[in-house]
Nanobody, 120 residues
Framework: QVQLVESGGGSVQVGGSLRLSCAAS????????MNWYRQAPGKERELVAGITSTSKITDYADSVKGRFTISRDNAKSTVYLQMNSLKPEDTAVYYC?????????????WGQGTQVTVSS
């Protein structure tokens, strides 16, 4: 029932831009912190950006700060990642993640991922 569906990935040249989208369903989107993670082959999954549920406070990995922007539209249950000035090291599978923390439980949902390839 819970679904996170990423879209917008693809192949771009160095310096190009992409906007990733993650459409959520099956849970109360506005109550969840949303994150974008990425994982390159042979590397650990890393947090790229996060945004809080209602205050929309954002944070970014140092490697993408100033180039990427995370945003959300709670009315559309969608979170976005605008990626500008892309570099080859941005090549990875990007995953959408939703987290809800409560006193007695934690919900943690993941999408299937979308491939981003940046060629030099």
């Amino acid at each position: 029932q819970v679904q996170l569906v990423e879209s917008g990935g693809g192949s771009v040249q160095v310096g190009g831009s992409l906007r990733l989208s993650c459409a959520a369903s099956g849970f109360t989107f506005s109550m969840y912190r949303m994150n974008w993670y990425r994982q390159a082959p042979g590397k650990e999954r890393e947090l790229v950006a996060g945004i809080t549920s209602t205050s929309k406070i954002t944070d970014y990995a140092d490697s993408v700060k100033g180039r990427f922007t995370i945003s959300r539209d709670n009315a559309k249950s969608t979170v976005y990642l605008q990626m500008n000035s892309l570099k080859p090291e941005d090549t990875a599978v990007y995953y959408c993640n939703a987290v809800q923390l409560a006193i007695t439980f934690t919900n943690d949902y993941w999408g299937q991922g979308t491939q981003v390839t940046v060629s030099s």
